[in-house]
């Protein structure tokens, strides 16, 4: 980064007193910017936590829940971001990245978002991830991708979708502890040559017409990466719109990753506090569905069918305490013991580092008085405490830039 681009987003940070991007689109946001304003010792060791425990997956467990919170301002997106770029290369796993704002009022977008939100390494749109799916998936079965007609890679799909979900005699019951035992031959076998139309056929009468059209467009995706994307966005919307409180859409996706070889699925929320906005009876419908996604997400995740998963949310005290705990009980008593409290700043911790990014790009030309500025702003902490209101990083940043603008010619 040079330094009038750091100066630049000084200068918006100063602006706006939040580093700017959203976990929407994750990737508008400057990665190495948020690495240089991610300081004091709190907050960074509190990342480092969450990113080592996320790396322990699957080996240490199946599953793990954290929920970071804070009043606004006290670097909730920032925790995010910060998780996000640092995670985001990591080769065998996916990340979800959502903003709960975006269900816009309608709590049955839910796996919509999940899906549309999905994010691997350097394929940044959904319709990347299904490509770079499909060709891990042909190279679990040792065919060349590129080399695949469209109907091959829709054979493959629909008799990958059977084998993870038949469960009666005959070949089907041959592979039905996939997970468990691996790919053995006679499964590459069964994929690779061309018995599987009466179980595609079967499938067909069994499944419902948008849920067929659902594996004809994720075909299309994976087997050309110029396909018009609005039909898969379609299909998924609908089916998202049309769950009846089950998840058959994030199931087969889950599964597929699992059997794609990808070892963990890390979900990511933010604002979940956006849901008030729309009122009782909406809040109360999207926490029942994500009490249920989230039992769903643990058994599965424990009998092997998934990769294992880690449910990643970002929430106000206020919501979490007051909205959360006495509307839906039974969520709550799911994540009561996975709380992290954001950190209140230590003015010292934050300010050397800032004040030394705003030396080395010229936002201040002057030299700064540090132990004034330090306790300048120690004032201004004490005297929000004093009125019991919380001091959180928002505070201390628009005070340091109010300070250090003092230091410009």
């Not at 480092?48 to 006290?74: H, N």
Request: aromatic share 10%.
């Amino acid at each position: 980064m040079s330094d009038d681009q750091l100066k630049r987003q000084l200068r918006n940070l100063a602006a706006a007193q939040t580093p700017l991007g959203t976990l929407s689109d994750p990737e508008a946001s400057d990665a190495d910017f948020l690495e240089k304003i991610t300081v004091g010792d709190a907050f960074v060791a509190q990342r480092d936590d969450a990113i080592k425990a996320m790396r322990a997956l699957p080996t240490e467990q199946d599953i793990l829940k954290l929920m970071f919170v804070g009043t606004f301002g006290s670097g909730k997106t920032h925790m995010a971001l910060s998780l996000y770029h640092a995670l985001k290369q990591d080769a065998d796993q996916l990340i979800v990245t959502f903003d709960f704002s975006k269900l816009n009022g309608d709590s049955e977008m839910f796996q919509y978002l999940l899906v549309t939100g999905l994010r691997w390494q350097g394929h940044y749109g959904y319709q990347s991830v299904c490509r770079a799916l499909f060709e891990r998936i042909a190279e679990q079965l040792g065919v060349d991708a590129e080399q695949q007609a469209v109907n091959v890679v829709k054979a493959s799909l629909y008799g990958i979708y059977e084998h993870l979900t038949e469960s009666a005699e005959g070949i089907t019951g041959v592979i039905g502890n996939v997970f468990n035992r691996g790919l053995g031959d006679e499964i590459k076998d069964s994929l690779r040559n061309g018995t599987l139309s009466e179980l595609i056929e079967r499938y067909r009468n069994q499944t419902s017409h948008e849920f067929i059209a659902f594996i004809e467009a994720l075909a299309d995706l994976a087997a050309n990466p110029d396909a018009y994307s609005g039909k898969f966005e379609d299909v998924v919307r609908e089916l998202s719109a049309n769950a009846h409180g089950g998840f058959q859409l994030t199931d087969y996706l889950f599964k597929l990753f699992k059997f794609a070889g990808f070892e963990r699925l890390l979900i990511m929320g933010d604002e979940f506090e956006a849901l008030s906005a729309y009122g009782d009876a909406f809040v109360e419908h999207v926490l029942a569905t994500l009490r249920d996604f989230h039992d769903e997400c643990v058994a599965q995740a424990a009998r092997q069918n998934y990769p294992a998963i880690a449910l990643i949310f970002f929430s106000t005290d206020p919501f979490l305490l007051d909205t959360v705990q006495f509307s839906d009980s039974g969520l709550w008593r799911r994540w009561e013991n996975h709380i992290v409290e954001l950190a209140e700043p230590e003015v010292e911790d934050v300010i050397e580092p800032m004040v030394e990014i705003a030396q080395e790009s010229n936002f201040v030309t002057l030299e700064v008085d540090l132990p004034k500025l330090i306790n300048a702003i120690l004032q201004d902490r004490d005297r929000l405490r004093q009125q019991s209101r919380p001091y959180v990083m928002s505070n201390l940043l628009a005070r340091l830039f109010s300070e250090l603008r003092k230091y410009q010619r």
